[in-house]
């Protein structure tokens, strides 16, 4: 019986590749171990797009941020692909989560893990094909949490994009974004030109990358956030995909459990 379901996902996560998450629907089965078995591989092995499996990190950080679980507490994914965050904030006992993202073919994905994940329950999780700019058309309601990763350098306007999910949330954001540095001016942005037909890169042609933590810094702390913490920098020499995550607390003092750099 489980044989025949294996044979017949394993067939449809194929049809519906690339992935980028891997997300464990049963047993062992899980998205990514239909293409390697760990659930990773790099972008060449993979349609050009990296197949990660971040969940193990993600709920130490979350369980790090509420110790007491999120039970009754809301999530917002931006730009969510196939709603990784979404179904591991589920784990956690979250009352609801949306996930929105502006492709199509990560939707789907999102909408065939919800139905065929057993290992955690998949309710309270919604997910919408949507531009970040025209989540202010939803009316919804302030969430606890939100993610915004791999989102700030592909919109054209990404202070405005990052506002729009920095006033929706009451208490934690985080932000994990490329950059490239650039010492001389670490407080600017440099602007890029992207492809809006890659399965992983924005829509809107113009993009702009944060020249170093410091814009990110006066960004947030302009958005209202009082308490900020570096929990991830990867610097690469070549500076092409250095990488940071901050979290951004409401309130003061909110990160003190959270190992990292503070930025306050
Ligand atoms: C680098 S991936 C990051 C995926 C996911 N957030 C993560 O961290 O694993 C970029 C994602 O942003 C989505 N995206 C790009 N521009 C967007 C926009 N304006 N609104 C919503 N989603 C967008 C892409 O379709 C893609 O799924």
């Not at 609801?96 to 994940?117: K, M, P």
Request: include cysteine.
């Amino acid at each position: 019986m489980k044989t025949d379901l294996r044979k017949q996902l394993t067939g449809q996560i194929n049809a519906m590749r690339p992935w980028h998450h891997d997300i464990l629907l049963f047993d062992d089965f899980s998205t990514g171990r239909v293409f390697s078995p760990d659930g990773k591989l790099d972008r060449p092995s993979n349609d050009g797009v990296s197949l990660i499996s971040p969940r193990v990190r993600y709920l130490a950080q979350l369980d790090r941020l509420y110790p007491d679980g999120m039970s009754g507490k809301s999530f917002l994914d931006c730009a969510c692909n196939a709603g990784g965050y979404c179904f591991w904030s589920r784990e956690r006992e979250i009352a609801l989560g949306v996930g929105f993202d502006v492709r199509e073919h990560w939707i789907q994905q999102a909408r065939f893990v919800q139905e065929h994940r057993t290992v955690f329950p998949t309710d309270n999780l919604e997910f919408h094909v949507m531009d970040l700019y025209d989540v202010p058309t939803m009316n919804y309601e302030p969430f606890d949490m939100t993610y915004f990763s791999g989102i700030f350098y592909h919109l054209p306007d990404p202070v405005t994009g990052l506002k729009i999910a920095a006033d929706l949330t009451t208490d934690v954001l985080i932000l994990n974004t490329a950059l490239m540095l650039d010492s001389r001016n670490p407080r600017g942005l440099t602007m890029a030109r992207e492809s809006r037909t890659k399965v992983m890169s924005g829509v809107h042609e113009l993009s702009w990358f944060p020249n170093g933590k410091e814009t990110l810094r006066d960004i947030l702390l302009w958005m209202g956030f009082k308490d900020l913490k570096i929990t991830m920098f990867n610097e690469r020499k070549d500076n092409f995909r250095s990488r940071i995550e901050i979290v951004a607390a409401r309130a003061p003092g909110r990160l003190s459990g959270l190992e990292g750099e503070s930025l306050t």
